[in-house]
Every structure is written in structure tokens, then in C-alpha cells.
């Protein structure tokens, strides 16, 4: 398991897409497959950064590792407030983008990307586990 630890800030952004995009590549990861978790980490990554801490400073950190069947996993760490993304609420599609309600866009987004996806909230932090399906 690879982990890098940063701040939760908007220059800590590129280097940890980068931490998990570079070894997935080097792995035979499809460019599909790369466009996918780089929107996936974008959006969970922003959240943290936007609304995890606020008034406050705090890390992130992401551990990542994939196995000889090409999964990876990618669990990001925050010790932020204390929020599960997966029980927002989906957003109605079928009402028009001008009256819909702001938000839940993007962890759809997340939960149609990844291959799998789970929450849990250890002592005092959130950690999101994300799977990825490297290889057909």
C-alpha cells in the first residue's frame, strides 16, 4: 500500500490524482479508465477541500493499492466534519436543471464511475473506499 498525506487545499490537488493516476497508468490502465477516477477524485477531493474544514485547516490523505486481479483501491482519509456521501440524497433528473435542488450531482457521478464505493466514519474522521476495475 502506497499512502501520501497533504493539505486539504487546492494546490494539494494535482499531486494526489497524480499519486493515484501515475501507478494505475503504469499499470495498463486504459485511458477510459484514467478519464473516470481522475473525475472521481476530482469530486471527492474538491469536496474535502471546499467544505471539509471549514474555518479550519486540515490533510487529506489517500492510500492506494491494487491487486495481481487489477483492482484498485484508493481510500481517502479526511479529518474533517463528519459526512457520508453516499446517504445525500439523489438528485431528481427528471426536473429540469433550473429548479433542481444544488448538490448530489456529483456523488452520482462518483457511484456510476467506480466499480464500487463505501463509507465509514473510524473514530474521527471520514474514509471513503473507492474500487476500480483496472483491467477487462
Not at 494526489?16 to 476530482?42: C, H, I, N, S, W
Not at 474535502?48 to 486540515?58: E, T, V, W
Amino acid at each position: 500500500m502506497k499512502t501520501i498525506q497533504l493539505s486539504a487545499t487546492m494546490e494539494s490537488l494535482e499531486p494526489l490524482e497524480a499519486f493515484v493516476l501515475e501507478p494505475a497508468r503504469a499499470l495498463g490502465a486504459p485511458a477510459e479508465m484514467l478519464g473516470d477516477m481522475k473525475l472521481v477524485l476530482e469530486e471527492v477531493l474538491v469536496n474535502i477541500i471546499s467544505y471539509g474544514y471549514p474555518g479550519s485547516r486540515g490533510d487529506i490523505r489517500v492510500d492506494w493499492t491494487a491487486d495481481e486481479n487489477g483492482t484498485c483501491r484508493i481510500r481517502i482519509r479526511d479529518w474533517g466534519v463528519p459526512f457520508n456521501p453516499l446517504e445525500a440524497p439523489a438528485p431528481d433528473l427528471d426536473v429540469d436543471f433550473t429548479e433542481r435542488t444544488v448538490g448530489g450531482l456529483g456523488i452520482l457521478l462518483v457511484r456510476q464511475l467506480a466499480h464500487d464505493v463505501w463509507y465509514e466514519r473510524d473514530d474521527d474522521s471520514n474514509v471513503l473506499t473507492l474500487c476500480f476495475q483496472l483491467r477487462s
